[in-house]
């Protein structure tokens, strides 16, 4: 199963290059996992009902109350036969992968997340963390990001995509 990870895209309203980004980089996803700051609720609604795509968010700091009232601040998902989390992040960018892992009670084969802005993946125990980084907003980053994540009973495999923002 292939997940296409997202976040802090930042945007007003589903636009063009939601569109382009979709059905370009992501177009070989499954699965769709926002890890919040859509900061529309514009954009949870396209992510929900114009793709075809299961989807999955969280919000995030940055989000509407609109966006907060809709979606969860984390989630534990069964995907591919690994348990994954799905959470934003909070506090600065020390220490955040082991704050947001002890956030949850249950064990993790992947925790989803984002925050940063900064594309990474860390293994802490049994635990992989992938930070997508942010699709459209290089605040913290040099380069605009986006993963592609291969999910197998055999194993995990992480592919990070620039994306042309």
């Not at 976040?7 to 589903?14: G, K, P, Y």
């Not at 799905?86 to 925050?115: K, T």
């Not at 913290?140 to 592919?159: D, H, K, M, Q």
């Amino acid at each position: 199963m292939v997940l296409g990870l997202l976040s802090d895209t930042h945007l007003r309203s589903a636009d063009e290059r939601l569109g382009r980004l979709l059905s370009g980089v992501l177009g070989p996803a499954e699965v769709l996992l926002h890890a919040g700051d859509f900061i529309s609720e514009g954009v949870v609604a396209h992510l929900e009902c114009a793709d075809p795509r299961p989807f999955y968010g969280v919000a995030g700091n940055m989000d509407s109350d609109s966006v907060v009232g809709r979606l969860p601040s984390r989630r534990v998902l069964d995907l591919g036969g690994r348990r994954v989390g799905l959470v934003h992040g909070w506090g600065g960018p020390q220490g955040i992968e082991e704050r947001l892992l002890g956030a949850f009670s249950e064990p993790l084969d992947l925790l989803v997340f984002g925050h940063t802005h900064r594309p990474s993946q860390i293994r802490i125990g049994r635990t992989l963390l992938v930070n997508p980084g942010s699709a459209f907003d290089r605040r913290f980053a040099p380069r605009c990001t986006v993963a592609l994540v291969s999910v197998e009973p055999g194993g995990i495999e992480v592919r990070i995509e620039e994306v042309d923002a």
